[in-house]
């Protein structure tokens, strides 16, 4: 195995580990317990918290039992494992490109990407709906709640597109410079 190979195992487990721990500091504020993994919770009942933050930003506790923004809804009951399997199938199918054949530039925002869905994909085994608390608002407006391994996910997409943007750049770049072109 590379050595590089345990940097993007690390951005992986920092994110998992950091969307979980911030989650389990949540349920304990809320229920006074201490979320062990292998114990039952019954998401049931967990009352919806909200902590006024500043005039935009609220720190709230909502389940999101579906896919973004409430797709999958009309599977009906199957979403659930559609959605862990899915998941899992996609986690997957990124790991195994991110260690055998992404381009050095890919890797961290890949590991990244990897890292948040393994945070949710933890939420949907254990509970069956992800925890949520990050709730941005201006006025009446409400952008949907999400979490630590949301942002991980976006970070890491908009990382992605950005290595790809400017590794396209240098390579036109390399051909003007090729052909003797300004």
Request: hydrophobic share 55%; aromatic share 14%.
């Amino acid at each position: 195995m590379k050595k590089n190979i345990w940097k993007y195992i690390g951005i992986i487990l920092a994110a998992v580990i950091a969307d979980q721990f911030v989650k389990g500091i949540l349920l304990y504020l809320i229920t006074g317990a201490v979320p062990l993994y292998g114990s039952a919770w019954n998401v049931v009942g967990v009352p919806y918290l909200m902590a006024q933050i500043c005039d935009f930003f609220n720190i709230v506790f909502t389940w999101n039992p579906g896919a973004s923004f409430s797709m999958l809804r009309a599977i009906g009951e199957a979403a659930p494992m559609v959605i862990i399997i899915g998941t899992g199938f996609i986690i997957g199918f990124i790991g195994y490109y991110l260690f055998v054949n992404a381009p050095k530039y890919e890797k961290a925002p890949l590991a990244l990407i990897v890292g948040g869905a393994l945070g949710n994909l933890i939420d949907r085994v254990r509970f069956g709906a992800v925890i949520d608390f990050l709730d941005f608002h201006i006025g009446g407006w409400h952008y949907p709640a999400f979490n630590i391994a949301d942002m991980c996910i976006v970070i890491g997409v908009a990382w992605l597109i950005l290595n790809f943007i400017l590794a396209r750049r240098r390579c036109l770049n390399n051909v003007k410079a090729s052909k003797g072109e300004k």
